[in-house]
């Protein structure tokens, strides 16, 4: 049994009620987490994919590391593409439409037969993958319950990191081009789930479909819930006004603040350099362990889906703020440990063959355990938590392009900065960006745990009388 009570800005106390079982939420749920896993194969795809691509001669050395980083900049796109789409079509048929980039993007990889097809094919699955950041965590957070919400949205980055694993098996046994075609399968059944579920009652309620509402969460809901209870709660704390403009953002406390909140939330997880470790996984091991590179890659792989489930359990328990903290703290050490070794190793100063072989591998796996059970699938589940339902695909879009800008800068500039500081004073550079993230959540960051959308967003505004 899960209950519920929240105050809204009159100092009306709301009652608690029964959710009753979660199943259904959690099967909806499910179907749009289809969307997440094809974003993580995405991010996967390129690392075992590239030194194959170059070794068959379809792409140079220099070509490879702008296939990697032109996911983002197809993401660049895909973030305020979703973010129109699921004002105008609706949170649901946006995760169907998001399924026809990834699928046209595969396929034409699975047929390249030059470079430049390839970069094409990339950049639509990074069209789908801007997509996914906006629309899925928004229809997560808009049909779970407060008890589930933690739990649901960090599954998010759950399965990325089972996609980004996904990858990296499939890269032990079969080369780019069959593992593009194997690709398109997901792709194709994440828009043929999405089309049956419910649209979210939050939306519908803000296109004055009441009825539709009532409907949607009767269909997300226990049998016994009463959700003419929610809907009215939902009412209650939402305002009724017109989507806002970006303009009106701005002007307004109450949704820029969270806003630049989010964007500088997002803009320090890809600081911390976690795109160029997942693009670039097994060049970096190649560089370190040599043949042992592909199996390091899938441990990572797997480290990071266990990491991440701790993440799931732990989500609702130990707070948002708390394990972004303690996630934050683990990368700054890694990351700096790694750069040490890479010191330590032009200087010639580690002759042992374990510390040689297994160090760079500890390194980077307790890097991907810290960025998984906080930076990882937290991010994401505060953009759906205290952005205002009526600016969330305009803010929203703003926090996925300041990410995936960022995002873009760090991968593509990745060689120039070995270059210009040494692999070394790369890792050096990304820890100390880890430690100013963790300054950043003590000062800015509220705790959303247990806390309703409609309390959330009354926070912002200054109306609501909980702590948040």
Request: aromatic share 12%; proline share 3%.
């Amino acid at each position: 049994m899960a209950e519920k009570q929240s105050v809204i800005g009159s100092g009306r106390v709301i009652h608690s009620k029964y959710e009753g079982s979660h199943k259904k939420l959690i099967c909806v749920s499910l179907c749009a987490l289809v969307g997440a896993l094809n974003f993580g194969i995405s991010i996967g795809y390129s690392s075992p994919s590239i030194p194959s691509m170059i070794k068959r001669g379809v792409l140079s050395k220099d070509e490879g590391s702008w296939f990697g980083s032109l996911l983002t900049i197809g993401a660049l796109l895909g973030g305020p593409l979703g973010g129109w789409l699921i004002e105008k079509i609706g949170r649901k048929l946006s995760l169907t439409v998001l399924s026809v980039p990834f699928s046209a993007g595969y396929f034409i990889i699975a047929s390249a037969s030059e470079s430049y097809q390839c970069y094409f094919g990339r950049f639509l699955t990074g069209v789908g993958s801007g997509m996914v950041t906006v629309c899925v965590p928004i229809y997560i957070a808009e049909i779970s319950t407060t008890s589930m919400r933690g739990i649901l949205g960090s599954c998010v980055q759950l399965m990325i990191t089972v996609g980004i694993a996904t990858s990296y098996i499939l890269g032990m046994f079969f080369e780019w081009r069959w593992m593009a075609n194997l690709c398109i399968i997901p792709s194709i059944v994440g828009g043929f789930v999405t089309f049956f579920i419910p649209e979210t009652p939050r939306w519908l309620l803000m296109k004055n479909r009441k009825t539709d509402a009532l409907a949607s969460l009767q269909a997300l809901r226990d049998l016994h819930t009463n959700v003419i209870e929610e809907c009215r709660e939902m009412e209650d704390g939402s305002d009724p006004e017109e989507i806002v403009s970006l303009s009106e953002i701005i002007k307004k406390r109450e949704f820029f603040y969270p806003m630049m909140v989010v964007v500088f939330i997002m803009i320090f997880q890809q600081t911390s350099g976690i795109n160029a470790v997942m693009y670039f996984t097994v060049s970096i091991f190649e560089s370190a362990v040599g043949d042992f590179a592909y199996t390091a890659t899938v441990i990572v792989g797997i480290v990071q889906i266990l990491a991440t489930l701790a993440a799931v359990y732990l989500m609702d328990r130990a707070g948002r703020r708390k394990l972004l903290q303690l996630g934050g703290l683990i990368m700054a050490f890694t990351l700096f440990c790694f750069g040490l070794y890479y010191t330590l190793t032009s200087a010639g100063s580690i002759s042992n063959v374990f510390l040689k072989t297994w160090l760079p591998v500890l390194c980077l796996t307790f890097f991907i355990i810290g960025f998984s059970l906080g930076w990882g699938p937290i991010p994401s589940l505060i953009m759906s938590e205290i952005i205002p339902t009526r600016c969330k695909g305009i803010a929203g879009s703003v926090a996925v392009v300041a990410s995936w800008g960022s995002a873009f800068i760090v991968t593509s500039q990745f060689s120039y900065m070995q270059e210009l500081m040494g692999i070394s004073g790369v890792f050096y550079l990304y820890s100390t960006c880890c430690l100013i993230s963790i300054w950043f959540v003590f000062k800015y960051v509220p705790e959303t745990k247990g806390k309703s959308l409609e309390d959330i967003e009354l926070h912002f505004v200054g109306k609501s009388l909980i702590s948040v």
